[in-house]
C-alpha cells in the first residue's frame, strides 16, 4: 500500500530559529502534496498544497513567507517553519497523492509534533 | 467545498456495531465521500470512500443514500482500537478539507 513517511516525528525548537520538516512517498510517485496544522483538540487545518516542481499555493491566512514550502520531487516535499515561534506549537502533517489520481489516492503521514521554546 | 455535518461524538460499547452518520446536502455530483479517522498523536487513516454505491472492505462498510445527501460508516463489531475521531469528507480530485469529525468512545 501507499506509504508516506515524515521526518521528524517530534522537535522542540528555540524561538526565532528555523525548522524543517519532510515529507517523503516510499513506493509511489506523489504529484500533490498537502500540509496541515493540529492544534490540541481541534480539526486538521490545510495550510497549502504544492505540487511538483511549482509554487505551493496557499489557503488564505497562512502566511507564506513564515512557512517555506517546496516539492522538489515527485517523492519529497519539506516545510520549513521560519523564525518560529511558541504560536507556532503545533502537530504538523503531510499528506500525498498518488500520481495518477485515483479515488483512493490521499495517504497521511504520522504527523511531526513542534514545540517552540 | 462541499460541507459534512457530523455529530461530535458517540458511544459504543465493544464487540457491537456502530453506525456514524454523516449529512451532505450540497453534494456535487463529482464529490466521492472520503472516510478518515484519526488516532491521538498520529495522522489520520483512510477508512472507506464511495461515490454512489455501498461500499464494503476489510475495515468498515459504506452506506450512501439514493440522493447522496447523507452516508454512514458502519464498523460492524467495535473494538477499543476504533476510538477515534471519524472524518467524512467530501472531495473531487483536489484538496481533503477536513470537518470537526465524530469523537466515538468505545467501552469494554
Known amino acids: 500500500g501507499a506509504v508516506v513517511s515524515q521526518h521528524p516525528s517530534w522537535v522542540i525548537c528555540k524561538s526565532g530559529t528555523s525548522v524543517k520538516i519532510e515529507c517523503r512517498s516510499l513506493d509511489f510517485q506523489a504529484t500533490t502534496m498537502f500540509w496541515y496544522r493540529q492544534f490540541p483538540k481541534q480539526s486538521l487545518m490545510l495550510m497549502a498544497t504544492?505540487?511538483?516542481?511549482?509554487?505551493?499555493?496557499?489557503e488564505q491566512g497562512v502566511e507564506k513567507d513564515k512557512f517555506l514550502i517546496n516539492h522538489a520531487s515527485l517523492t519529497l516535499s519539506t516545510l520549513t517553519v521560519t523564525s518560529a515561534h511558541p504560536e507556532d506549537s503545533s502537530f504538523y502533517i503531510c499528506?500525498?497523492?498518488?500520481?495518477?489520481?485515483?479515488?483512493?489516492?490521499?495517504?497521511f503521514g504520522s504527523g511531526t509534533r513542534l514545540t517552540v521554546v | 467545498d462541499a460541507k459534512t455535518t457530523q455529530p461530535n461524538s458517540m458511544e459504543s460499547n465493544e464487540e457491537e456495531p456502530v453506525h456514524l452518520p454523516c449529512n451532505h446536502s450540497?453534494?456535487?455530483?463529482?464529490?466521492?465521500i472520503h472516510w478518515y479517522r484519526q488516532l491521538p498523536s498520529q495522522g489520520p487513516e483512510y477508512v472507506i470512500h464511495g461515490l454512489t454505491s455501498n461500499v464494503n472492505n476489510r475495515m468498515a462498510s459504506l452506506a450512501i443514500a439514493e440522493d447522496r445527501k447523507s452516508s454512514t460508516l458502519i464498523l460492524h463489531r467495535a473494538t477499543l482500537r476504533d476510538a477515534a475521531v471519524y472524518y467524512c469528507i467530501l472531495s473531487g480530485t483536489d484538496k481533503l478539507i477536513f470537518g470537526t469529525g465524530t469523537r466515538l468512545q468505545v467501552f469494554p
Open positions: 450540497t453534494i456535487s455530483g463529482t464529490d466521492y
Open positions: 499528506s500525498a497523492t498518488k500520481h495518477p489520481w485515483d479515488s483512493y489516492g490521499y495517504t
Open positions: 504544492s505540487n511538483e516542481g511549482s509554487k505551493a499555493t496557499y
